[in-house]
């Protein structure tokens, strides 16, 4: 009985934390309209108020947010054009970067200390080690976007399709070596999957980074090497360094220039779009993969393939996660930075920037966590455990596409932390029968999230450098080069002529620079380590 007595005080405690920080906060209660503006091309809008979640903040706060974004001009010509006439939204949301640093240099956005002064969610929330890494020139002006105090999610991973791998002997796959055997076997003994579909030995996706991503993220790290900072940088040696400069990395372009010449990466994989691999992927014509596993709640690769094949599936490596290559000691696992992604930044025109800013901090708690995943109590939940996480009335995974975008699951997650959001729904998911848990959360929990580590070491780097100085220009050239020469390197139809092609692209590098811009870059990387008092690297490269 005292149990239960206890429970439920804890949950009514729980649920009054919003009208208790509402009535705080906002003294204010007249009708509050303001502009959030997407600086991305690409970000989806909705409008306000037409689904459960925006409906409940609507009437919560008392407040309705107009969302806007650049439609076919260049992003940065469309702030341009704000800053020009002074027609400036109430909230930018953009990069961490050169422009926003210019910005905040410019006065077009507001101190934050003032509204902390008021409000001390945004300091109870985002470490003060993370605050001094956001500041430009002393002061702080951003509000971030899946900020972290600890390492929690994960993304990139080796996946095999099962009944592929089980056609092909069911051969173990714990060290690189292992992938590669797979990947011949494939070619070699299973020509065609059950629909009679051309089998396609390994693959990732295609966007900007599909070149890279083979060699620099996937094969580089199962050679031992350490995750790149900006503009394919590294610390090797101790200090920032081109990763073109790591042997390591050339044996691991090397090697992925041995895979495509003996058919195990298809040229395909280079001209094929995004949707025409993801079709693959769900065709279950891939039999291992390089990929972001989380994509499944978005594109559901996995989930369309398993109602395809019943009884197939996508299996995760976890033998290790990240096998490794013989004779290699380790492998760094996923690294995020406690900053998190993007920015928000309140402009010197927002008319009321302390209830803005009330309300962008309450998004970064728990509770605001909870509104964006799940709704507002009464919808899929009407009570929070002891450790104030809502008790489902329906698994998230038997949700329709319709309830979801009734709801606005996952609609609003514009200003939000990593940390809440990821131990809410860790929590909640475990809460669930074994059938019923969300596949990518659960590997995100047990698999990813005890590997991972948090950094921010490379933090601003590439600040360090004007990118309209002849220093800048010359970076730009380099990482033009680099986007053109690497599918060369891959696809190259010799290992000599691969070898040449790497060289010429180091060569190309150090003509236009490189040594100037690593120095750059390891100043501030050698400030960003003793802030953090530590390097998650340590030795690598000595």
């Known amino acids: 009985m005292k149990k239960l007595l206890a429970l439920l005080l804890v949950t009514l405690l729980a649920m009054s934390v919003g009208s208790t920080f509402i009535s705080a906060l906002a003294a204010d209660t007249e009708p509050f309209e303001w502009t959030l503006y997407f600086n991305y091309e690409w970000w989806g809008i909705r409008p306000w108020g037409e689904d459960d979640i925006s409906a409940y903040w609507s009437e919560k706060f008392n407040m309705k947010i107009n969302f806007m974004k650049p439609d076919t001009q260049p992003e940065d010509?469309?702030?341009?054009?704000?800053?020009?006439?002074?027609?400036?939204?109430?909230?930018?949301?953009m990069e961490r970067g050169a422009t926003n640093q210019e910005l905040c240099r410019q006065g077009v956005f507001l101190d934050l200390a003032p509204l902390m002064e008021v409000n001390s969610t945004y300091g109870d929330e985002i470490a003060e080690s993370t605050r001094e890494f956001l500041k430009i020139d002393g002061t702080l002006y951003a509000i971030p976007h899946w900020a972290r105090k600890g390492p929690t999610g994960g993304n990139d991973m080796w996946l095999y399709n099962d009944n592929l791998w089980k056609a092909a002997g069911s051969p173990a796959l714990n060290t690189?070596?292992?992938?590669?055997?797979?990947?011949?076997?494939?070619?070699?003994?299973?020509?065609?999957?059950?629909?009679?579909?051309?089998?396609?030995?390994?693959?990732?996706?295609?966007?900007?980074?599909?070149?890279?991503?083979?060699?620099?993220?996937?094969?580089?790290?199962?050679?031992?090497?350490?995750?790149?900072?900006?503009?394919?940088?590294?610390?090797?040696?101790?200090?920032?360094q081109s990763v073109l400069r790591d042997p390591v990395f050339k044996d691991a372009a090397m090697e992925a220039n041995k895979w495509y010449r003996e058919g195990l990466i298809l040229e395909s994989q280079f001209i094929d779009t995004n949707d025409q691999m993801i079709e693959k992927f769900s065709s279950g014509r891939v039999g291992l993969l390089y990929y972001d596993h989380s994509q499944d709640s978005v594109n559901r690769f996995r989930k369309i393939m398993?109602?395809?094949?019943?009884?197939?599936?996508?299996?995760?490596?976890?033998?290790?996660?990240?096998?490794?290559?013989?004779?290699?000691?380790?492998?760094?696992?996923?690294?995020?930075?406690?900053?998190?992604?993007?920015?928000?930044?309140?402009?010197?025109?927002?008319?009321?920037?302390?209830?803005?800013?009330?309300?962008?901090?309450?998004?970064?708690?728990?509770?605001?966590?909870?509104?964006?995943?799940?709704?507002?109590?009464?919808?899929?939940?009407?009570?929070?455990?002891?450790?104030?996480?809502?008790?489902?009335?329906?698994?998230?995974?038997?949700?329709?596409?319709?309830?979801?975008?009734?709801?606005?699951?996952?609609?609003?997650?514009?200003?939000?932390?990593?940390?809440?959001?990821?131990?809410?729904?860790?929590?909640?998911?475990k809460m669930q029968p074994e059938e019923l848990q969300d596949w990518v959360e659960a590997t995100q929990s047990d698999i990813l999230?005890?590997?991972?580590?948090?950094?921010?070491?490379?933090?601003?780097?590439?600040?360090?450098?004007?990118?309209?100085?002849?220093?800048?220009?010359?970076?730009?050239?380099?990482?033009d080069q680099?986007?053109?020469?690497?599918?060369?390197?891959?696809?190259?139809?010799?290992?000599?002529?691969?070898?040449?092609?790497y060289d010429d692209l180091l060569a190309f590098f150090e003509?236009?620079?490189?040594?100037?811009?690593?120095?750059?870059?390891?100043?501030?990387?050698?400030?960003?380590?003793?802030?953090?008092?530590f390097s998650s690297y340590e030795g690598y490269g000595d």
């Not at 702030?79 to 930018?92: A, E, F, K, R, T």
């Not at 599909?210 to 590294?234: E, M, Q």
């Not at 990240?322 to 920015?343: C, F, H, L, S």
């Open 77 to 93: 010509q469309v702030l341009q054009m704000m800053i020009l006439s002074d027609d400036l939204p109430d909230v930018i949301l």
């Open 176 to 240: 690189f070596e292992d992938l590669y055997g797979f990947a011949v076997a494939l070619k070699e003994l299973v020509p065609e999957n059950a629909a009679g579909l051309p089998v396609i030995p390994f693959a990732t996706q295609n966007n900007n980074d599909a070149f890279d991503k083979i060699v620099a993220d996937g094969f580089y790290r199962s050679f031992g090497g350490p995750n790149r900072g900006d503009f394919y940088t590294a610390r090797i040696g101790g200090r920032i």
């Open 306 to 429: 398993m109602e395809n094949e019943p009884g197939n599936d996508y299996i995760r490596v976890l033998d290790p996660v990240y096998p490794m290559k013989e004779g290699v000691a380790r492998t760094y696992a996923d690294q995020k930075p406690t900053v998190g992604w993007n920015i928000h930044g309140i402009t010197k025109n927002a008319k009321d920037p302390q209830r803005i800013f009330d309300f962008l901090c309450y998004m970064l708690t728990k509770e605001g966590s909870i509104d964006m995943m799940y709704g507002p109590p009464g919808v899929l939940y009407d009570e929070l455990d002891e450790n104030g996480n809502p008790i489902l009335k329906k698994a998230m995974s038997e949700l329709t596409a319709e309830e979801n975008d009734k709801i606005g699951t996952w609609v609003w997650s514009f200003c939000n932390h990593s940390d809440n959001v990821d131990e809410t729904k860790f929590a909640v998911n």
């Open 449 to 479: 999230t005890p590997i991972m580590f948090v950094t921010d070491e490379y933090n601003n780097l590439a600040l360090t450098i004007d990118q309209l100085s002849d220093l800048g220009i010359a970076r730009t050239r380099c990482l």
């Open 482 to 501: 680099w986007r053109a020469e690497l599918p060369k390197i891959i696809m190259a139809q010799s290992a000599e002529e691969a070898s040449k092609l």
């Open 511 to 533: 003509d236009n620079g490189l040594a100037e811009i690593e120095a750059a870059y390891d100043v501030m990387y050698q400030e960003n380590v003793a802030m953090q008092g």
